[in-house]
């Protein structure tokens, strides 16, 4: 547990789940998860094990505080995380509306700055050297290689800033790291503070390094790698260092205030001074990024000399833009979402916490040509990318939120065609990156989405690329039958680099992304029978009743649950995969069997499930030991598989089971927005009662956050609370909150031109 004395901290990544309870989760997750397949008739004598994964948390007292439904910054913060320097750790990430920051595992060194079209201080990866600025110095010596006790950090995430702690030989290091509104510019208060009982005389020093550059009027793949060789020039006047790209117009000015004693060697700035017993001392660190260098000192004066009121300006931002996203008519957001009054801790935080990542996702920079917009994987992998796949599986919440952006986002990738990219970039409007299969099927959902939240049908009239909107949509939903290549009926959507690039064999014809060419069939039908073309309908109706028949009779296991790849020579490749679970029950649930739907439910929780989150492959696929990135294989999962995973399985099983799991599933959100994956328990030890968020190192692999988190929010508007918007049909309720709090509502729910109140099975017009 996180110790709170001042003397040391703790490195325990455990916290209340102590040995004893962890080595029962171990125990359940031997004798569940990793359980084999076993014969659908032996399911039924096998649920008393099984379902020792829904022995759940107790009953809410009617006496329970309701908890807030427009969260504070301090409701929205992280656990107190503490890890030292040689941890297989994450760290935090500060943001604004412009760009963000990485932050190191130190208590005050940064690196990986990305305000588009600039980047300073790069990003790691592999044969590329770590670029860190604002690394701190005790009495000469690095300050991370202090032998233990000294040497743990301890990080909190809010959304405006992020908090590290570290005590070192009797002082403590407090810093608070925030990137300025609306500005190119990180900033950072250091206090300094000697909690001994006696005088000290110390040095202090920070190392400053940059690595500045810029790549203007280009697309951005991921951040550009650090130059190596800018122009230090020492400003004595400033206390500061200006860091001048020799390839591109771009200039960092760093410096801490007040001015150093000295600056060693065109790096380092250095203090010395006394500390009596619990004084303290507080420096401020401010790096600005321009253009050219009088641009950047001058910006660099105006962040030093007005500190305490942009860190101010910084926290009022933040609190208006939370309180702006669960209120109608507000003016940062084209919508809203619903406000959640519950006194479920764990639905709060599914539902809040997956808000944060659309949050953190969120950039209204001025260099993107397509104005406001949500990036998809940061920091390192796309600081200026969109991708469709994962924006899709968060479109309800976005549509909710910012329709007009989800249909910005959608009109340019209908004009850019999306059949050669994965992302598109807002530095250009430029598609990025090899082909990923989803993107038609993405397309449509995201489509879907709002139209039904908006009701703006007229929409579909709009010309785009000489084409209406529902020619564009119809020619996605048709899309698969070019990829018909082997005359089997079924799309062959490629290799791994196509679809998962994690699993080799998921692969050609892929059962989830054609159940998905079910779905977009009928969602087309659906559109066309409204605007008067009942024939074309019904056709395409049956051309997905077909389809559905196909996937069925080639590609399931008969008798295990999971399903099977076509490939071109007609042999097949069986892949225990959860994606093929949830996107089929999804898109395809009236199209099966009793008997197969019993049989996925049992591989879901006798392969898949862990007691705190799931394994994305089976540890008994074929397949398993080929990669280990966790957002694909069975050491984790991405944050949108338990959410997806429980939609689909509320469909089968029984709510209270669901509802079970994904209370200890809720622990990941302890460690801030959910990361682009976390690992099961067995590869990493649970961090507060949580699964562990995915470290970005080899090979496991991720990002700190990806905007797909936002698919616990979705889960619990459409499936827990049940309030499911139809394109014509009003909002269909179907409920599973009783098992969170039965007192749930959902107030200014949004529905084509309407606000909603949903409550206790009713749902009503708000005033």
Known sequence: MVSRSRKRLSISRTDSLDRRNFLKLGISTAATSLAPSLPVKGVAAENKARDRLSKVSPIISSKATELPPIPTLEDLASDRLVHRLTDYFNPPVAQNEWGCVQLSKSVSAIQSISFPPFTCCGAPSPGVNFTLTC??????RVLVSYPRPAGEVAYTWYPHRVLRESEVEGI?????????????????????RNTGGESRRISVGFDLRAGVTSLPGKPWMRNPDPEDDNQVTVDESRGCLVFESRHHPA???????????????RERVVYKFSLGPGESRTFHYVNVIA??????RAAYEESQANFDRLAAENEAVFTQLVKSAFTPGNGEFSGHLPQLVTRSRELWKLYYRGFTNLLFCRRVSPDSVYG???LTVLPYVGPTRTFLWDTALTALSLALLDPQVLRVLLEVWLASGMHDHNSTDYLTGKGLGAWYAANDFAILRCADYYLRVTGDFTWLDKRIESRSVVDHLTDHALYWKTLD??????????????????VSTWSHEVPALNAGNVYGMRFVASLLERRGQAARAAHLRFEAEALAENINRRLYVNGKGWWRCGQPDGSFNEVRTAYDMLSILDCMYNDLAEKQKKEMSYFFWSELATPLWMHALSPYDVDADWRLRADGTWTGASSPEPP???KALYKIDSSKKVAAWLKRVSGAANQGPFGQAHTVESVFPPEHNGAYKCPPDFPYGNDWCEIDGGTFTDLVIDTIVGANPTLFDGIQLKSHVDDFDPETKFLNLHYQGKNYAVRKGRIEPMA
């Open 291 to 296: 253009e050219d260098p009088p641009a950047a």
């Open 485 to 502: 290549t082997s005359g089997h009926g079924l799309a062959d959507y490629g290799e791994s680099q196509n679809l998962m690039e994690v």
């Open 644 to 646: 997806l995973s429980a």
């Open 172 to 192: 403590e290091f407090r810093t608070e790291t925030f990137a300025a509104s609306r500005k190119r510019a990180v900033l950072e208060s250091i206090r300094v």
């Open 135 to 140: 690394d701190l110095f005790l009495n000469g």
């Open 372 to 374: 406001p917009t949500y």
């Open 251 to 265: 200039v960092s000015v760093q410096g801490i205030s007040p001015p150093p004693d000295r600056i060693e060697q």
